[in-house]
């Protein structure tokens, strides 16, 4: 614990923190003092001025260096000359600061005022009208009426395309610094930077394309006005329109925490998605989410959505009710004799993959995962993954953290904000093995090359080496992802890593362990609530594929029962088509690739008459003749927790938890973290990892020889894999389509 | 070339700083070694250790000379002994208006401003010194150049310098013309590629100064004062100035007076009188209508302040400052309106854009001196203008904002009834003399309409 130190603001006395800055040091006794330039994620600049108060010290008497006391045997405090930026000063004990005082709100008003001379005040038509910091203070500070003549009003470019995914309005811009110091503190991407000076003085993009950045999006949550914008919400809806619905992302296994805003759309005859909001979880995500997070989200209103079961009939898909549709599937998997295969996807939440996989087991059939979902080393991430309690805020010097075979940015980029975090800010130490150079290479402080697709044997020869390397690390956090590997290769891979973990004695200690690069929202869940058979069988009579997405094949089989969301190619082979929902139209949990269970909630109705995969699951079940009457995912899970072992202690109640976090964002004070939303929906939890739980043998580890499908199966990349995102009005350039790619 | 400053302002009958002025081509390494050249630099690597060097500038009292007056050799101490690399850094940015005293130094006496920069780096035990110059200053620095070449040459700058062991670089780097770089932190980032804005403090430049490592920041005339102290000792500079203000310093006087020039004199012996009557006088025997000690960041002192004795501390007493002691002589045909409005355009123009009520405010003042000098000012508007300085006031990042007021508040303290006067010989937007300015500077066109944006209020 940091040493405390006593400073009394307006008569409030508080101790906090060596080193707190005065701003926040008031913001923890609820004393606002407003900011515009100062974000309590990034560095302090003191640009804006806004935030200047009234700072005294206990005077020293210079010769004995004791402090001077008055008569009463109270400290004599010396204010400074002038007022002081609460953003820059950091507290010191015994210091008294005034922010009640006449001249400290003279000097808001003033500051306000000036700001305002060269603001276009165009609030009704801004997109940051009515969450907008500059708003919400002058109200609350700022000058009832403006001395500046408004017909000398600084007029510049209001339409100014950053990037193809931010606007910037230079009118509006009150250059606070805070877009460009996100994109060099937070994001490393140098592509924000002021051009010219004084009042001239204007953000300008010099990157080649524009503003490259894969978190760019965040800018315009911490944009205290409304001069950054992005394409995909300017001019859609206004701040109070909206409704919000606390979810979790489901476009990589970060998890990261996000709210979706919602209006009522005529013509969708309901309500849409007009954006992605990040929601904190210091755990998590902070207040950051990935552009892709943020933008994809079109695909639930998609032309393509599924909205009625379809049935072939006369080798023709044409729309059926449910009760044909789901007797048509409970008549064949009945006569199918157990010769079925259920393929369940990794975007399904826990409880409808737990449902399906009860289903699949009492009828015979072999229940798998997609042959896409990298399953092999599931159980290996369950039993060594990281503790329990793992925080990323805690690694730092001393620790050890090291990637092999993984491109953190592109497989899971706010991991790669968090790592980058550890490693630049706080001194923890980072190796990397990879065959091609990653984003994180710039922070490494060993870098070493293996072939294409030779991870496993890299780490074998190793071994010996990167023992001693984590042996030497009070934590070791190891990355690793399955780029050019088949399953049994990664599992291989997996596997060496933990008994490295074994061998440095880091397995089962909290902040050490395995941090899989999964593709999706709920790879691990799934594995853990299926117990996926890994291989699949030559050929079936039935193959139920459920949320698979587009994978390259299907065993062959006699019937296809494809639920779905969109209308992929998959659809086109089926014989019956269930719609089913996007995690917007629904609830559930997913389990994150550190194995964090988390809650999300229904933001959307169901387009026509589609249904959760649990309904689906469980209505097939009783037309089979099991008397299952789950009403909602809540009592699923409730059934899931007594039986999955991991999940033993979890129940929506712990999931729905939330804790007071800091910095607080996304109350009413927008102006000091932004727009972001506060969590009220829970911040999750993660389960035990085996080996914290009990002591456990090393793998006995043989690398089973390439295969051509293993070596080809490139890197799984965010932004650069079109088959990941469908339908996306945005970000398309970003991408590379699958035959550019292959 | 560079003669321009001629040998015609002699003021002491042996210059200490000013020494071109007494022994001719000075700038040539054999005749600047020829008269104690490199001297002290001598003494100081082959008999003095490095905190001897910082005890006898700072027994010697010399106060910097780039306009804070921060004592040198208290600067100097300031940097840590255990963190390397060290480095030294020469202002010479000398962007301020009327200022011209380095430029002179640079290109009539190069080696004596090296000669301090070397000391300074052994005080300091930096092995590197780079040395910032104004962007315009594109002549001075080849004649800077070519004096380092020399002093290479002569084993005066380089690897283990005359058999001490001590290794030291000198590297030119100009600058691209921004005022704000004068400013020590600013200077400082942009030495380092980086925009010319100033920095928080602290970390102060010598905890963390270039590439975040100790830095000492001193003006070219500062350090072209240590050679001397170094040679002589502090108590032979002693018998220059005053006690709290020891040593000569250029003044450099420009404006309204018959022979503009730097002028080396003691600090504390004359008046601000006696230096104007040294630079000529006024221009045609006019009376001197106001003085600007230190260009346009001090504010304005009234004829009636002409006996201020030339010190910080007479200075700061009259109401003033010393700065960089270039006085600006106005007399009586000069518009103080119109003067202001130079001054404040000055300020808008160099304003760096960091902190709001520098960005905003001279923006704001300037429109409201564009309405006055347009001619269709109020006396609303003269009072606007005392009111945006007031409260630019104290709120700045750096000093820039904060002497950007200075000539708007001590006009109108001094010369408030000259901006009545003003309002009301121009009102309705009469021809006043100055419209090929205004044009020149977007504020009317040449029609004689105000232009939107220039000013607040359109003609109607």
């Known amino acids: ?742 | 070339m560079a003669t321009f400053y001629g040998s015609r302002n002699k003021t002491m009958e042996r210059h200490v700083l000013l020494r071109d002025i007494d022994v001719p081509n000075i700038r040539e390494i054999d005749v600047y070694l020829a008269n104690d050249g490199y001297a002290a630099w001598k003494k100081a690597l082959t008999t003095m250790k490095p905190d001897d060097v910082i005890s006898v500038v700072k027994d010697s009292g010399l106060r910097g000379r780039g306009g804070a007056g921060f004592p040198a050799g208290v600067k100097w101490s300031f940097i840590p002994k255990d963190v390397f690399p060290k480095y030294v850094v020469v202002n010479g940015d000398e962007s301020e208006a009327g200022t011209f005293k380095d430029h002179q130094l640079i290109d009539c006496n190069p080696h004596q401003v090296i000669e301090g920069t070397l000391l300074a780096c052994y005080a300091v035990q930096a092995n590197t010194a780079y040395i910032y110059l104004r962007g315009e200053f594109y002549e001075p620095a080849q004649t800077l150049q070519k004096a380092i070449d020399e002093a290479y040459a002569r084993g005066l700058i380089g690897k283990n310098v005359l058999g001490s062991g001590f290794d030291v670089d000198v590297y030119i780097h100009l600058g691209a013309g921004a005022y704000i770089c004068g400013e020590e932190t600013a200077l400082l980032s942009s030495l380092e590629g980086q925009l010319g804005q100033p920095r928080l403090r602290p970390p102060f430049p010598a905890q963390q100064g270039l590439y975040a490592k100790p830095t000492v920041v001193n003006n070219v005339e500062t350090l072209a004062n240590v050679p001397p102290i170094v040679l002589h000792g502090a108590q032979w500079y002693r018998q220059f100035g005053t006690e709290k203000s020891p040593g000569t310093k250029i003044f450099c006087v420009s404006g309204c007076v018959n022979r503009p020039g730097n002028y080396e004199l003691p600090l504390g012996q004359y008046t601000i009188r006696e230096l104007i009557e040294m630079a000529g006088g006024a221009l045609q025997g006019r009376a001197v209508k106001g003085v600007l000690p230190a260009g346009s960041s001090a504010p304005i002192l009234p004829a009636s302040a002409l006996d201020t004795k030339l010190d910080y501390e007479s200075l700061q007493a009259a109401g003033s400052i010393l700065g960089s002691a270039s006085f600006v002589i106005l007399d009586e045909s000069v518009d103080i309106v119109w003067a202001a409005r130079k001054m404040v355009r000055f300020f808008k123009h160099e304003s760096c854009g960091k902190c709001t009520p520098c960005r905003e405010g001279t923006h704001w003042a300037l429109q409201l001196y564009n309405k006055l000098l347009s001619g269709y000012g109020t006396l609303d508007d003269v009072n606007m203008i005392g009111e945006v300085a007031a409260q630019m006031s104290g709120k700045c990042f750096c000093l820039l904002g904060e002497f950007a007021t200075s000539p708007m508040l001590s006009t109108l303290k001094h010369f408030r009834a000259e901006y009545e006067a003003f309002v009301r010989a121009h009102s309705g937007g009469l021809r006043n003399g100055y419209d090929d300015e205004l044009i020149r500077e977007h504020v009317i066109d040449p029609a004689g309409n105000l232009i939107a944006g220039a000013v607040g209020q359109k003609r109607h």
């Open chain 1, 1 to 742: 614990m940091a040493e405390l130190v006593n400073v009394t603001i307006d008569g409030v006395t508080v101790a906090v923190p060596k080193g707190t800055l005065v701003v926040d040091a008031a913001k923890k006794i609820g004393n606002h003092i407003p900011v515009f330039c100062y974000h309590p994620k990034l560095k302090p600049v003191g640009m804006c001025r806004m935030c200047l108060v009234d700072i005294g010290t206990p005077k020293i008497d210079p010769a004995t260096k004791q402090v001077v006391r008055d008569e009463n045997g109270n400290p004599v405090i010396q204010f400074m000359p002038k007022l002081t930026t609460a953003c820059t000063t950091p507290v010191s004990e015994g210091m008294v600061v005034r922010t009640a005082t006449e001249q400290v709100r003279a000097a808001r008003e003033d500051i306000l005022e000036f700001l305002l001379t060269s603001h276009p005040l165009d609030c009704p038509i801004c997109d940051k009208g009515g969450e907008c910091p500059l708003q919400n203070l002058t109200l609350a500070h700022g000058p009832g009426v403006s001395r500046f003549d408004y017909d000398a009003k600084f007029h510049n470019e209001k339409h100014v395309p950053l990037g193809e995914l931010i606007f910037l309005d230079r009118e509006r811009c009150i250059q606070c610094s805070r877009c460009i110091r996100f994109q060099d503190e937070i994001a490393d991407d140098h592509v924000l930077q002021f051009h010219d000076r004084g009042r001239g003085m204007e953000i300008i993009t010099f990157s080649d394309p524009p503003f490259d950045s894969y978190f760019g999006g965040n800018t315009t949550d911490i944009c205290p006005v409304g001069a950054l914008t992005t394409a995909d919400f300017r001019f859609k809806a206004r701040p109070w329109e909206l409704q919000s619905a606390q979810s979790i992302c489901t476009h990589c296994a970060v998890g990261c925490n996000i709210t979706l805003n919602t209006r009522l759309e005529t013509r969708h005859g309901g309500f849409e998605i007009k954006r992605v909001m990040p929601r904190q979880n210091e755990w998590v995500n902070e207040i950051w989410i990935c552009d892709k997070g943020r933008y994809v989200h079109h695909f639930t209103r998609s032309e393509d959505r599924l909205h009625l079961p379809l049935i072939r009939r006369e080798g023709r898909l044409v729309e059926s009710t449910w009760q044909q549709a789901l007797q048509l599937v409970a008549d064949t998997l009945r006569a199918a004799d157990g010769e079925i295969v259920l393929m369940v996807g990794d975007r399904i939440p826990n409880e409808d993959a737990y449902l399906l996989g009860q289903l699949g087991r009492a009828i015979g059939a072999r229940v798998s995962v997609s042959p896409n979902v990298p399953s092999h080393y599931a159980d290996v991430a369950r039993a060594f993954g990281v503790g329990k309690d793992a925080d990323f805020k805690r690694l730092g010097r001393g620790d050890l953290v090291l990637a092999v075979n993984a491109d953190v940015e592109e497989q899971a980029p706010v991991w790669f904000l968090r790592l980058r975090q550890a490693v630049v800010d706080r001194g923890a130490q980072l190796i990397i093995a990879h065959h091609r150079s990653t984003k994180l290479h710039r922070y490494a402080s060993a870098i070493h090359r293996f072939e294409v697709g030779r991870a496993p044997e890299w780490v074998q020869q190793q071994a010996e080496t990167l023992a001693q390397a984590l042996q030497a690390a009070r934590h070791a956090l190891i990355v690793f992802g399955d780029e050019h590997l088949d399953g049994p290769r990664a599992r291989a891979l997996a596997q060496l890593l933990a008994n490295l973990l074994l061998q440095s004695g880091h397995a089962g200690r909290s902040d050490s362990g395995l941090l899989p690069l999964y593709p999706h929202a709920n790879t691990q869940g799934v594995c853990d609530v299926l117990s996926p058979h890994t291989a699949l069988p030559p050929a079936a009579r039935v193959v139920w594929a459920v949320g698979v997405g587009d994978p390259q094949e299907l065993p062959p089989a006699g019937f296809y029962i494809i639920q779905e969301v969109l209308h992929t190619a998959l659809v086109e082979q089926a014989d019956v088509v269930l719609p089913s929902l996007t995690f917007a139209e629904r609830e559930g949990t997913f389990t994150s690739g550190d194995r964090r269970v988390q809650r999300f909630y229904r933001a959307l109705p169901a387009p026509g008459e589609a249904k959760p995969d649990w309904w689906i699951a469980q209505e097939v079940a009783r037309r089979l003749g099991f008397e299952w009457r789950y009403n909602s995912p809540a009592e699923i899970f409730e059934a899931l927790a007594k039986d999955v072992p991991a999940y033993a202690e979890l129940s929506y109640a712990a999931l729905s938890r939330v804790v007071e976090q800091w910095p607080p964002i996304g109350r009413e004070d927008l102006y000091y973290g932004g727009t972001a939303y506060d969590n009220t929906g829970g911040i999750g939890a993660r389960y035990a990892a085996e080996a914290e739980t009990r002591a456990l043998p090393p793998y006995d580890v043989t690398i089973p020889e390439p295969t051509i499908a293993g070596l080809k199966r490139g890197p799984r990349m965010l932004y650069r894999d079109g088959e990941l995102i469908r339908r996306s009005a945005l970000l398309r350039a970003r991408m590379v389509s699958l035959q550019q790619v292959a």
